[in-house]
């Protein structure tokens, strides 16, 4: 009983800390679709995200993903109509470059060159998002 009663616990607290930054982004990016900006940063990022088979919203996510973190790209994602192969791309570009900045800064503290990690990381995630866009075969 005291295992159950632990593990209600610890559920209840991740979902308060996950709540805390999945809903906040979800709403904003709600928000800034029912305004011309979201339109803005598509067309800006447009001709970037194309090469990833993405639409220009998608530079959102990345952003959100490489600057705070994984839950807020989340929370940006379903807020936004992607199709299976664009949130594919999304979640393994993600997977190879999300929280840059904090965990540039442990690799940082364990004497990695920073240039370095964020090179290679950001590279990942380029070659992950190119590959798999041009290799997705649909209706297969």
């Known amino acids: 009983m005291d295992t159950i009663r632990r593990g209600l616990i610890n559920g209840f607290k991740t979902l308060w800390i996950l709540s805390r930054i999945l809903v906040p982004v979800y709403f904003l990016v709600t928000l800034i679709g029912k305004t011309p ?3 803005w ?5 447009r001709p970037l ?3 990833f088979g993405l639409p220009g919203e998608a530079a959102i996510v990345l952003v959100l993903g490489n600057v705070l973190n994984l839950y807020a790209a ?3 994602m379903v807020s936004i109509d992607f199709t299976v192969k664009q949130l594919t791309i999304l979640a393994v570009m993600l997977s190879f470059s999300h929280s840059m900045i904090v965990e540039t800064a442990i690799f940082k503290r364990l004497k990695v060159s920073a240039w370095r990690i964020v090179t290679f990381r950001m590279s990942l995630a380029v070659l992950s998002g190119i590959m798999l866009n041009l290799l997705w075969v649909e209706g297969v």
């Open 37 to 39: 900006v979201l339109g």
């Open 41 to 45: 940063i598509s067309a800006l990022f």
């Open 49 to 51: 995200m194309f090469i």
């Open 74 to 76: 989340i929370g940006a």
